[in-house]
């Protein structure tokens, strides 16, 4: 029998039913309607449509709320122009039924671990500064490494890095990383493992140890391309050379070094005055940006104060090799002994008759005295042999240097000797022996120097040394080229002391 129009269907076309649960109830009773009474079938189809019409009601409701919630989320969460923008009529766009779930918000849903690298994250690097007494082991150790994980970094640097080369006040950043395998344990248990080690060796020089993915540590170098450019610094002395040099932008490196320079013709405390004047050619080593990391050679100096201009090149003579600084002539400007065999000091006593500080009657005061604090590094004032050193009566610890025939000089009051020194040792002019101390008879830190002849003090200002060595022949006529060179280069170069005045002009922080 063909299957008849059912009246309750709303497809008029007979193509599909709006109602599937409702047709079925309807279509069976529409067959057995041949076999039961009439008042019966239509009680029967009364009863069927009621139960048909609440049911639909009831699932009518929540499939609708439910699909309400679930396309609202999935237009929350869908891509840009996946909907919006989309084709009513383009069904790859229309949630499918599978998809439309409701979310699993239930009082134990289901939870997916987290990645590794989200629970442990990258961790930050420490910053381990050097103390004094520290060594590269010990601040490995105290950052929590194994003994066993310390040594082996150590040794992956030595051949970049000499360990005993360490500073203090050097910073080293360490990351370190949790192990928990084998190799963890081989090396401490639960201690951790070194991911990443760096510390700079140079302005211009890093050294970085890592751990690669077969666990091996590998130190590789870093350097920084440097370029060299000259520097004119000049000024006028307002109060000390290192002061007013430090305002014209001159670091205390290369000002230290241009009193030793000027110091066998120049006593630094007398001949000084307010105005007195000060010209450095000095190279500069500048990284890509321009900054300067690292000062170089003075090529030039020149001092002018009351008793005339004092002008000195850097040469190197053909026979040694060894930098010189020359006057015009070509005489080299050390003297057989330094004036001052110590930086940035200033005389306190001078030689001659004084009222002692200790003993409280006048004495004959055989030396100079030096003010400077404790640990202030004592020179050699010349090539020689140390003929005593040791602890002396009221000397203190005490330093005598044999330069030649006829002259010694004497060190007194030192904290301490410079290690590995001892009687017989030869030292060079400009050598660090000694630091000062207030060792002896002292009221303070200061260094007591004396110069010796025939075995008897003398007044060290009132000698009157040597010029060193002169330059002849081959050597005079190349020092010649080298200077007309340097006063060219004096000429281009730009005025470091300038660009300083400048800077703090433009600085708004100034006033």
């Known amino acids: 029998m063909s299957s008849p129009h059912f009246p309750f269907s709303d497809d008029p076309e007979g193509r599909g039913h709006a109602n599937p649960l409702l047709e079925t109830i309807v279509h069976h009773s529409y067959e057995r309607r041949a076999r039961l009474p009439l008042g019966r079938f239509l009680l029967s189809v009364a009863v069927a449509a009621g139960i048909g019409l609440g049911a639909g009601i009831g699932v009518a409701t929540l499939i609708s709320l439910d699909d309400v919630s679930t396309a609202f989320v999935a237009f929350e969460?869908?891509?840009?122009?996946?909907?919006?923008?989309g084709d009513p009529s383009d069904t790859d766009n229309m949630a499918s039924e599978d998809s439309l779930q409701a979310p699993d918000d239930g009082a134990d849903p289901t939870v997916e671990p987290p990645a590794a690298e989200d629970v442990a994250g990258t961790p930050e690097p420490d910053i381990l500064r050097v103390e004094a007494g520290d060594t590269l082991m010990t601040l490995l150790t105290g950052s929590g490494l194994s003994r066993a994980e310390a040594f082996d970094a150590v040794e992956t640097l030595r051949p970049l890095f000499n360990p005993r080369d360490l500073r203090v006040g050097q910073e080293i950043s360490v990351r370190l990383r949790p192990e928990a395998d084998d190799a963890g344990a081989e090396n401490g248990g639960n201690a951790p493992r070194l991911a990443e080690l760096a510390f700079d060796t140079d302005v211009d020089r890093r050294v970085r140890l890592t751990r690669g993915e077969d666990g091996r540590l590998t130190a590789v170098e870093e350097r920084t391309e440097l370029t060299l450019a000259l520097a004119r610094v000049t000024g006028s002395i307002d109060d000390s050379l290192f002061a007013s040099a430090a305002r014209a932008g001159l670091p205390d490196s290369v000002t230290t070094e241009l009193i030793r320079m000027f110091s066998y013709d120049v006593d630094f405390q007398r001949d000084i005055h307010p105005g007195d004047q000060f010209d450095v050619l000095v190279e500069r080593h500048q990284d890509p940006d321009g900054r300067t990391l690292k000062w170089g050679d003075i090529l030039f100096a020149r001092l002018t104060i009351q008793d005339g201009s004092l002008p000195i090149y850097r040469y190197s003579p053909s026979d040694d090799g060894i930098p010189d600084f020359f006057n015009p002539k070509g005489e080299s400007v050390r003297k057989a002994l330094l004036r001052t065999p110590?930086?940035?000091?200033?005389?306190?006593?001078?030689?001659?008759?004084?009222?002692?500080?200790?003993?409280?009657?006048?004495k004959m005061h055989k030396g100079l005295d030096f003010s400077a604090p404790t640990g202030t590094p004592i020179l050699a004032a010349g090539d020689g042999v140390i003929d005593k050193l040791g602890r002396a009566g009221s000397y203190g610890n005490y330093v005598r240097i044999r330069h030649d025939g006829k002259y010694s000089t004497a060190y007194a009051h030192m904290s301490r000797f410079a290690r590995g020194l001892k009687p017989g040792s030869r030292v060079r002019q400009g050598q660090t022996i000694g630091y000062v101390g207030t060792t002896g008879r002292s009221t303070g830190p200061h260094l007591h120097y004396e110069i010796l002849t025939a075995g008897h003090q003398i007044n060290p200002q009132g000698v009157k040394f040597q010029t060193g060595r002169r330059l002849t022949g081959k050597d005079l006529a190349a020092f010649n080229a080298r200077k007309r060179k340097i006063d060219g280069e004096l000429a281009e170069a730009p005025v470091l002391s300038a660009m300083v005045a400048e800077e703090k002009t433009d600085d708004p922080k100034r006033d």
């Open 77 to 85: 969460d869908a891509p840009a122009g996946s909907l919006a923008d």
């Open 342 to 362: 110590i930086d940035g000091a200033r005389i306190s006593s001078g030689f001659g008759m004084r009222r002692h500080p200790v003993l409280g009657y006048s």
